[in-house]
């Protein structure tokens, strides 16, 4: 019992010295964070949390534009806004391009946790992340739509199902209208060997609805598998 004391309280003492000499910061203010802290200052995550999503709000813009491009009406969700500059941007760019996959799994569990308490997406128990193509998979080390289905697994219920691969790598699309990338989107993805459809629905996950060309696309290789029930939820959602 001594020894599980000494070994507690080196641990304890060795915390300190880290949170000083290499404290853990907030990806978006920059501020230290707490031991209650996890990813985020409890400041930026109250900004994340009331900055007005779309996960109870029908016919939403996110849901009017899947509708535009692929005929089809479907539940969508978004957190939060994405503000370049703001929050939602430097949580973003944190995870998908400085390696913070658990900020990824955590927002996931926002994610997760808004979906659910909106009502509107009971039924849907299976996580689809949007995948990367394999060079920009092994370029990043991992997919942050597949840590956000984590994350909403754990907050929400549900299981994660990897559906989709990505066979065509849409990386100069910055410059094209949406239309032009609903064109250079499909075909993009085509079902995964061996994979089981599931009777339940799914629910299409990534970071950013930008246009709505990628998600679609994941949308209409799901519907052609056989796939009954789509929904989407995401992150953060452009201005639509």
């Not at 880290?18 to 900004?47: D, I, N």
């Not at 699309?173 to 060997?193: C, H, M, P, T, V």
């Amino acid at each position: 019992m001594a020894l599980k004391r000494i070994c507690g309280l080196v641990s304890s003492v060795l915390s300190d010295v880290m949170s000083v000499v290499s404290p853990r910061l907030c990806p978006s203010c920059g501020c230290a964070l707490t031991e209650k802290e996890e990813c985020l200052c409890h400041g930026c995550q109250a900004q994340l949390a009331s900055s007005g999503g779309f996960a109870s709000l029908p016919g939403n813009p996110m849901e009017q534009r899947v509708l535009e491009l692929t005929g089809m009406e479907i539940p969508c969700a978004a957190l939060a806004p994405y503000v370049h500059e703001g929050v939602s941007g430097k949580v973003v760019a944190a995870f998908k391009y400085r390696g913070e996959k658990s900020l990824a799994v955590h927002m996931g569990r926002m994610l997760g946790i808004s979906v659910s308490g909106s009502g509107r997406f009971s039924g849907y128990g299976v996580y689809v992340p949007v995948p990367l193509h394999p060079q920009r998979f092994r370029a990043r080390g991992y997919n942050q739509a597949a840590e956000l289905c984590r994350g909403m697994a754990e907050a929400a219920g549900g299981d994660v199902c990897h559906m989709l691969d990505r066979v065509v790598n849409t990386s100069a699309q910055a410059l094209l209208s949406r239309y032009d990338r609903w064109g250079n989107a499909k075909g993009i993805f085509k079902i995964a060997e061996d994979v089981r459809i599931p009777t339940e629905g799914v629910i299409v996950v990534d970071d950013v609805f930008t246009t709505g060309a990628t998600v679609c696309a994941a949308i209409s290789a799901l519907k052609e598998a056989g796939v009954k029930n789509i929904a989407v939820a995401t992150l953060c959602t452009a201005h639509l």
